[in-house]
């Protein structure tokens, strides 16, 4: 019995352990200003249940595989494997950026790359879109805007990234048809940033969008390599360092 404890234990430490994920920040440049890609999430679901969200998730085994048109610029990988647990690795830095993309065109129908670039190799089936429309990944377009890991006592955990990309610049196909009924997220549009404080947000959320406010008041074109925002958990809140 004492080993089954143990055992029993020892796996819910395990499951604790937070996971790799990844959010992508679509915005759009306007006359009145910048807006930014969100969408509601199900009411059924157990994370975040109808709050409004950047598209996003978890990194799966695949995206650190899957080739790319253009690779990560190397001040962007350092930033990403920087305090990176457990073992640090470029295949895990270009694995965050990946799995940004492949969920942003999972969860919205963006499609974030590079016209008519393709791939040398035929990648998983989640990036048929990709291929179909003979979109290659280009990692050099996203810049990071922060990281953050969910406190230790909470039912799930991530170490999430949060990318930005101008559509203007990175979205080379946007499909006509309307994203599934069963998708995570519904109501996807562009929400100016000022709007954002008048919808239900994960307080993570919140604090990511103050810290874009900031970045685009210093970089207005997210052109400079600047240090990004890292919230390591401390009890049920965060401490702010950077990487």
Do not use: C, Q
Not at 101 to 128: I, S
Not at 153 to 174: C, E, L, N, Q, S
């Amino acid at each position: 019995m004492a080993d089954e404890s143990k055992a029993a234990g020892a796996a819910r430490k395990k499951a604790l352990v937070p996971k790799d994920a990844a959010t992508l920040l679509i915005l759009d440049r306007t006359a009145s200003g910048v807006s930014v890609l969100m969408g509601k999430r199900r009411d059924d679901l157990a994370f975040n249940p109808g709050a409004y969200v950047f598209p996003g998730g978890r990194v799966d085994a695949a995206d650190g595989l899957v080739p790319a048109a253009v690779g990560l610029p190397e001040p962007l990988e350092a930033r990403l494997i920087d305090r990176m647990r457990p073992k640090p690795s470029r295949r895990r830095a270009r694995a965050l950026v990946v799995a940004a993309l492949r969920e942003t065109a999972e969860e919205t129908g963006y499609l974030v790359g590079r016209a008519g670039a393709g791939f040398a190799k035929a990648p998983p089936d989640g990036f048929a879109p990709f291929v179909e429309h003979a979109v290659g990944l280009d990692l050099s377009l996203v810049k990071l805007v922060g990281r953050a890991i969910t406190p230790v006592k909470r039912p799930r955990r991530f170490d999430a990234r949060f990318f930005a990309v101008w559509a203007d610049d990175a979205v080379a196909h946007v499909p006509t048809s309307p994203v599934p009924p069963d998708n995570e997220l519904s109501d996807v549009r562009f929400v100016p940033l000022a709007d954002t404080g008048t919808l239900n947000l994960p307080r993570m959320t919140v604090i990511m969008l103050r810290e874009l406010a900031d970045r685009l008041a210093a970089d207005p074109d997210l052109s400079r390599d600047l240090p990004a925002p890292f919230f390591v958990p401390r009890g049920e809140n965060h401490r702010r360092e950077t990487i």
